[in-house]
């Protein structure tokens, strides 16, 4: 469980990351975490990539329905016009936006700022998505979620890709994705016949 640092105790901001697979909890997370900044009457900002639009066009949404009202942009620098007052950015589905993500986050932090960051950590592929590597570099403090492998109950860390499309970028749920561990994500195909 991930405690959080004594905001008013330290001197500078800085930045968390939520990463895990598809169907982990990745924002149920960040909303809780944002949920308890703003209990603490923190000045909370929240930002998703205008793309997903998968359960809303505004309000990042978790997997249990659990929302909360995001502002939904093109690039990673626009989180750069948030309010001076601001004391925590929320960012969901961080490996959607451009490489200058983690840039912008490290300003942020610089200028105090408590930055909590969620995405996936790895494509469909099981290779490192988008700027997400270059986030947990820079983070301070990394929670690693797990969903819970669809074939053997393990604990899942992929994203089983069920369509045949092959772009990096595909917006889908369970029709398009499922959690799998790392031996029947390797599995591939072979599981997907078996339980036909």
């Given at each position: 469980m991930f405690l959080e640092p004594g905001f008013g105790n330290q001197r500078s901001g800085w930045i968390e990351v939520i990463c895990g697979s598809m169907f982990s909890g990745k924002t149920e997370e960040l909303i809780r975490r944002l949920k308890r900044a703003r209990i603490a009457n923190q000045k909370v900002e929240v930002f998703k990539p205008s793309k997903d639009v998968r359960y809303d066009d505004k309000k990042v949404v978790s997997h249990d329905e659990n929302a909360m009202l995001s502002r939904p942009i093109v690039l990673s620098k626009e989180i750069m016009s948030i309010h001076e007052e601001t004391q925590v950015i929320g960012i969901d589905e961080a490996q959607f936006f451009d490489s200058d993500l983690p840039k912008f986050c490290v300003a942020l932090a610089e200028q105090g700022k408590r930055v909590i960051i969620a995405g996936l950590d790895m494509d469909f592929r099981g290779e490192p998505?988008?700027?997400?590597?270059?986030?947990?570099?820079?983070a301070e403090y990394i929670?690693?979620?797990?969903?819970?492998?669809?074939?053997?109950?393990?604990?899942a860390t992929h994203s089983y890709r069920l369509s045949e499309e092959k772009q990096t970028i595909v917006l889908g749920e369970k029709d398009k994705y499922e959690p799998r561990c790392r031996?029947?994500?390797?599995?591939?195909?072979?599981?997907?016949?078996r339980h036909k």
């Open positions: 998505f988008g700027p997400m590597p270059n986030l947990l570099a820079v929670t690693k979620v797990h969903a819970i492998c669809s074939h053997c109950g393990n604990l031996t029947c994500f390797s599995m591939g195909t072979i599981l997907d016949f």
